[in-house]
């Protein structure tokens, strides 16, 4: 692994930190003998496209196989296209450039793929989605929050925020870039939706108004949920797939058999009320008649329908259809 580890603008995490951020993250996640660190150090001269291919160039005299190469690289503000970096290899062939050349869209995590992924890869929309990007990241270690473990593993944001300079705010409690910018960069969900995943907001947030608080509360969304919308979903699938009931808490069946039986409850009462409702209420504030007890037991009714089944052992004896001995299944003809 080759990062580029050198110090551009003041504002960028020290290179010291990000070194051992680097370090540790391969100690906890990558094989030994597998993976070396080499870090580069040159100086940006922020020729955007041109550099890209002198850094490609310069990776693979160090012996790199591949070179991944995100968007912009290189940079400055706007003043090359986003993907100027990316369109210039068309010029080139392979074996002329000599290393592999991996070009990376803007990568973020999806909550409801439960992985990272890109435009191409990803059917899902920004209300999943936590973005990737280093400058909101760098200016959340500045607001001194530790990133979501989705966008950046603990063990390197843990090391980069003691390199992360200057540290602390302004006078009004603001990073470099103000927190609105920050919280749209990496939460795009936040201005348009309640939570992640949520529902919409009725007046969606401006980034003007966004302030320490909200970066504090989208924080506190992700932490809490971020995992727990893939987990959702799986529960509801295993709850209709297992056939082997062990593995389905008990406690939501419990559940399930109570709200069964306390709303066949609500629904004997309200027959016996629409048996003995008289034709019309002689003090509408006082009794009902028939017709509208009979509207309020076809409510409890379909309530009772709503809720869902319970499922035990018993329930899936029908799935069991093909009982054979295991032997005939692995072709033998005799019974
Ligand atoms: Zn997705």
Same mark, same amino acid.
């Given at each position: 692994?080759?990062?580029?580890?050198?110090?551009?603008?003041?504002?960028?995490?020290?290179?010291?930190?990000?070194?051992?951020?680097?370090?540790?993250?391969?100690?906890?996640?990558?094989?030994?003998?597998?993976?070396?660190?080499?870090?580069?150090?040159?100086?940006?001269?922020? #020729?955007?496209?041109?550099?890209?291919?002198?850094?490609?160039? =310069?990776?693979?005299? +160090?012996?790199?196989?591949?070179? $991944?190469? *995100?968007?912009?690289?290189?940079?400055?503000?706007?003043?090359?296209?986003?993907?100027?970096?990316?369109?210039?290899?068309?010029?080139?062939k392979p074996e002329e450039l000599g290393i592999d050349i991996r070009l990376f869209h803007e990568v973020f995590y999806c909550t409801r793929c439960d992985t990272q992924a890109t435009e191409q890869s990803c059917p899902h929309d920004e209300q999943y989605r936590i973005n990737i990007s280093g400058t909101g990241i760098r200016e959340m270690l500045r607001?001194?929050?530790?990133?979501?473990?989705?966008?950046?593993?603990?063990?390197?944001?843990?090391?980069?925020?003691?390199?992360?300079?200057?540290?602390?705010?302004?006078?009004?409690?603001? #990073?470099?870039?103000?927190?609105?910018?920050?919280?749209?960069? =990496?939460?795009?969900? +936040?201005?348009?939706?309640?939570? $992640?995943? *949520?529902?919409?907001?009725?007046?969606?947030?401006?980034?003007?108004?966004?302030?320490?608080?909200?970066?504090?509360?989208?924080?506190?969304?992700?932490?809490?949920?971020?995992?727990?919308?893939?987990?959702?979903?799986?529960?509801?699938?295993?709850?209709?797939?297992?056939?082997?009931?062990?593995?389905?808490?008990?406690?939501?069946?419990?559940?399930?058999?109570?709200?069964?039986?306390?709303?066949?409850?609500?629904?004997?009462?309200?027959?016996?009320?629409?048996?003995?409702?008289?034709?019309?209420?002689?003090?509408?504030?006082?009794?009902?008649?028939?017709?509208?007890?009979?509207?309020?037991?076809?409510?409890?009714?379909?309530?009772?329908?709503?809720?869902?089944?319970?499922?035990?052992?018993?329930?899936?004896? +029908?799935?069991?259809?093909?009982? $054979?001995?295991?032997?005939?299944?692995?072709?033998?003809?005799?019974?």
């Amino acid at each position: 692994m080759q990062p580029l580890v050198e110090m551009a603008k003041r504002e960028y995490t020290r290179h010291e930190f990000r070194m051992l951020s680097y370090r540790s993250v391969l100690e906890t996640y990558y094989p030994k003998g597998r993976s070396i660190l080499a870090p580069l150090r040159v100086t940006y001269i922020f #020729a955007g496209p041109r550099e890209t291919v002198l850094h490609a160039l =310069i990776m693979k005299n +160090y012996g790199c196989t591949h070179a $991944l190469i *995100g968007r912009d690289h290189a940079g400055i503000g706007d003043y090359y296209d986003k993907y100027a970096s990316h369109t210039i290899f068309d010029q080139f062939k392979p074996e002329e450039l000599g290393i592999d050349i991996r070009l990376f869209h803007e990568v973020f995590y999806c909550t409801r793929c439960d992985t990272q992924a890109t435009e191409q890869s990803c059917p899902h929309d920004e209300q999943y989605r936590i973005n990737i990007s280093g400058t909101g990241i760098r200016e959340m270690l500045r607001h001194g929050i530790m990133p979501p473990k989705e966008i950046v593993r603990p063990e390197s944001a843990r090391i980069a925020i003691q390199g992360v300079q200057p540290k602390g705010l302004d006078e009004f409690e603001n #990073a470099i870039s103000p927190v609105g910018k920050t919280i749209k960069s =990496i939460f795009p969900f +936040y201005l348009n939706r309640t939570r $992640l995943g *949520g529902p919409k907001r009725t007046n969606p947030l401006t980034v003007e108004e966004l302030t320490n608080r909200d970066l504090e509360a989208v924080n506190l969304d992700v932490r809490a949920n971020a995992n727990k919308i893939y987990q959702d979903i799986f529960d509801e699938y295993t709850s209709v797939g297992d056939t082997n009931r062990n593995l389905q808490p008990e406690w939501v069946m419990d559940a399930r058999e109570t709200l069964h039986h306390q709303q066949q409850m609500v629904v004997e009462d309200l027959k016996e009320k629409v048996k003995q409702a008289p034709k019309s209420a002689s003090d509408e504030f006082m009794y009902q008649d028939k017709e509208e007890a009979e509207k309020e037991l076809n409510v409890a009714t379909k309530i009772l329908g709503d809720i869902p089944k319970v499922l035990r052992a018993d329930d899936f004896d +029908y799935r069991t259809w093909n009982v $054979l001995p295991y032997k005939r299944y692995r072709g033998s003809d005799e019974e």
